[in-house]
């Protein structure tokens, strides 16, 4: 389920000029920590496009490798780091993504989390600002809009 999310969510979200090195640069998935997903979410982009670009998906160990990482995927096993991670992220225009209560505090811009059984999702309006992205309506009216400032 987790893994079509993060293609949803790759199709509702405009980044920043210069996120892309030029126009057919793939948007990167990238799994930081350990990899809920297994083949789930590589099956789920393979073959597909956004605007015109490939999906791909990267597993990564650290921060450092996080270099042209579109999405980047903090999986729960990595939320004591997240924190220290997302702000270790100094180019404008990643799409962080966690799964653990300190998510967004932590700066993800959008947090899964269980409600009645169901996977949700919690969208820091502030994370998004300060990534430079811009994240449709559409996707704003389906999570649950966190911001700080007010």
Known sequence: MKAAFLYNFAKFVQWPAGAFQNPSEPIAICVLGQDPFGRSLEDTVTGRTIDGR??????????????????????SAEHKKSAPVLNEIKTPGVLTIGESSDSVAGGAVINF???????????????????????????LSLGHIVDPRK
């Open 113 to 139: 989390r269980l409600e009645s059984g169901k996977v949700r999702f919690d969208i820091d309006i502030e994370a998004a600002e300060r990534e430079k992205l811009r994240i449709s309506s559409r996707l």
């Open 54 to 75: 490939p999906l791909t998906v990267r597993n990564i160990s650290n921060i450092a490798q996080s270099a042209r990482c579109h999405i980047l995927f903090v999986s």
